[in-house]
């Protein structure tokens, strides 16, 4: 070992090895007493050699040393076998190669090649072992060493084992950066990533969505099967999640039961849309939970950026607004920001309050739709759909105020006073026809709802049989003592059970067996697209009514409106059918008109199905030639619209209709009557996850600041035609 033996020595003697030790200090000893040529001072010296022998064969520490071109020429012995290889198969190799790079383990710092490199001193620098099945971490020094000449002549050093400093860190950074429970990031760690992905985006003019998430009915998980349960369910909505969105560093819990997902460089609300959607149907399937078998939901509120803000805060808070338009439309919905949120905000706390009198003022009342017998077109009951007929804003739909109703813990109020409101009306009915009432999770979670019933009917007289009670499938929630207890408490009244809404994403055989259900009520989800080729939805319904048969009970398919879905539903043998092709709501009084004797209904509806279209009254603005006309929009669907407001327009004219927001669609005239024009989309509308629709892109507003600070407006499809028309 020449080189370390003339290393800092100045020596140039013979290398005369010490019996009695052995190592780089054994080697070292010799040299440094000849020096000396005192007694004394060999004494203390080779007491210290010892002593570093001692410290390197007790596994704290360890040395090496290189020569000139960075081979290694000594390595502590108990390292190397670390390292699985032995001191002579380590020497002679490159240093260099002991440890992984520095790029490999995410690192910030300068590289060990290039300290050597530059014959620069270091001190503790962090290694990881290159060695298969050794992830050691250490902690090297080193300092460079010249000869006599003052020629570089290579390394000397020591290194440290700090794998256990190592992991402790990284434990502690995960603590900081991820959550415990559930190892995704927290709320920092998202926020930091949000920050800075916005800020390169906005650089770049990239869009990047935000998903905020918020479990439905998990406080009731807690509640009954305590918060460890809660717990193990957060680790599978975590899963799930994960399963779907991909990357795990972009899902984030935030606490409680609130997650939040960034998305970069998805800005088309129809693949936002449905991945909300996948969301919400996948953290709908039930889980099972220490041997208990749990059901909850999900509501999801969506941003983009640049559209819906530039900042994280702005982006974060309209996502929290538009989370909050799901959860107060019913839940289990998704919903995308939109500026009319703000004032939609303020009007459901405007109703909330008077909702709070509506009853005493009354302005509540019942509309009965009928249940008709799908084959005799018979009418064998009726469903009690509430109304709300509100001074100042007319008729507001069960789909706005129920919601609020159970948040601001209205319902069960309310729900008493259908109760009783149907079944006095019932009790008016000559004939044995059946009225159907809805019953809400939260009135069904009341210990006292079976007294309410019983009163009702001890109140009206209606005979039990008569009233049936509709409950959604999420009251087997928690399959809980307390569910089995009310079934056995309701049928003991005498009372009819349905199943509501099946098929929605909770359905399950094992309740069937158990639960006593007279009836399952097909979700109109499945009857909507069962008509349209390649649907498997006919194949579904008849799986339902097969098992419904097998279980003795009856079924009714909801919201058929059309002949061809009537047709279709009675080849699959459902036996009762209620939707618009028969009736819809009636009153009390014409009730009573049709209630003598036998009342068949005579189907009618268009002949086939068409595309939802939502009735509204809504002005855009219709662009034609650099013309911009204010056009009134009606009868909206997802391939085309109903517009009014400008005089003899020719079919095959083409315009854009700015929805606003920056929602330009292209749409060709297809139907013109004087000042009434059906136009056809270029490119179909997505839902908006709330009931409505919206265009599947927008125009970003980097474009349309960049279009105001030139000269040309911003640029549209070109039209053949150049007549100016006249606005009506």
Known sequence: MDGPSR?????????????????????????????????????????????????????????????????????????????????????????????????SHGERQRTLPFLLTKQSKFDDLPLRSAFEGDDRWWAISGRPQFDSADKFAGYRGSGTDVTAQRRSAEDASRLALYDSLTGLANRFHISKKLDTTLATFAQQQRSCAIMLLDLDR?????????????????????????????????????????????????????????????????????????GSRCIIGASVGVAIAPFDGLSSDELVRNADLALYAAKGNGRGRFSFYSSDLHTAAEDRRALEDDLRDALVRGEMALLYQPVVNSKSNMVSGVEALIRWTHPDRGVISPAVFIPIAEE???????????????????????????????????????????????????????????????????????????????????????????????????????????????????????????????????????????????????????????????????????????????????????????????????????????????????????????HRYAVVIRNLSTTGAFIEGILDVPVGTRFVIDFGEGQLVTATVRRSMKHQQGIEFEQTMVSDGNGGLCTRHRVSPYLIAAATQSTSALALPSFTTTTDWKAS
């Open 7 to 103: 290393i800092d020595t100045g020596d140039r003697g013979d290398d005369q090895a010490d019996g009695g030790q052995r190592g780089f200090f054994g080697l070292l000893g010799p040299r440094i007493t000849k020096q000396r040529g005192d007694t004394a001072a060999n004494l203390h010296t080779h007491e210290a050699l010892l002593l570093l022998q001692n410290y390197e064969e007790s596994g704290q520490g360890w040395f090496w040393s290189t020569d000139a071109k960075g081979r290694l020429t000594y390595i502590t012995d108990s390292v190397a076998r670390l390292m699985g290889r032995t001191t002579g198969q380590l020497l002679g190799t490159a240093f260099t190669d002991l440890f992984l790079p520095v790029d």
């Open 408 to 626: 601001a813990g209205l319902i069960w109020k309310i729900g008493e006073w259908v109760l009783r409101t149907a079944c006095e009306d019932a009790a008016s009915w000559p004939g044995d026809m059946r009225v159907a009432v809805n019953v809400s999770p939260i009135q069904f979670a009341n210990e006292e709802l079976p007294k309410i019933v019983a009163r009702a009917l001890g109140a009206t007289g209606l005979a039990p049989d008569r009233l049936e009670l509709e409950i959604t499938e999420s009251v087997f929630m928690g399959d809980t003592a307390e569910t089995a207890q009310m079934f056995k408490a309701l049928k003991e009244l005498g009372v009819r059970l349905a199943l509501d809404d099946f098929g929605t994403g909770y359905s399950s055989l094992a309740y069937l067996q158990s639960a006593p259900f007279d009836k399952i009520k097909i979700d109109q989800s499945f009857v909507r697209d069962a008509t349209i080729p390649g649907s498997r939805n006919a194949a579904i319904i008849a799986a339902i009514v097969a098992l419904a048969e097998a279980l003795e009970m009856e079924t009714t398919a909801e919201g058929i409106e059309s002949l061809d879905q009537l047709e279709l539903i009675r080849k699959l043998n459902v036996s009762h059918v209620q939707g618009y092709v028969y009736s819809k709501g009636v009153p009390q009084a014409e009730l009573l008109e049709h209630s003598e004797g036998a009342w068949t209904i005579k189907p009618a509806g268009p002949a086939r199905q068409r595309n939802d279209r939502y009735s509204l009254f809504r002005k855009v603005g219709a662009i034609h030639d650099n």
């Open 218 to 290: 998990f406080k009731q998980v807690n509640d009954t099967l305590g918060h460890p349960a809660g717990d193990a369910l957060l680790k599978q909505v975590a899963e799930r999640l994960l399963k779907i969105v991909g990357d795990k560093e972009m899902v984030s819990r935030l606490g409680g039961d609130e997650f939040q997902i960034i998305l970069p460089d998805i800005e088309d609300r129809g693949k936002l849309g449905d991945m909300a959607a996948d969301i919400i149907a996948s953290l709908s399937q039930p889980y099972s939970v220490e």
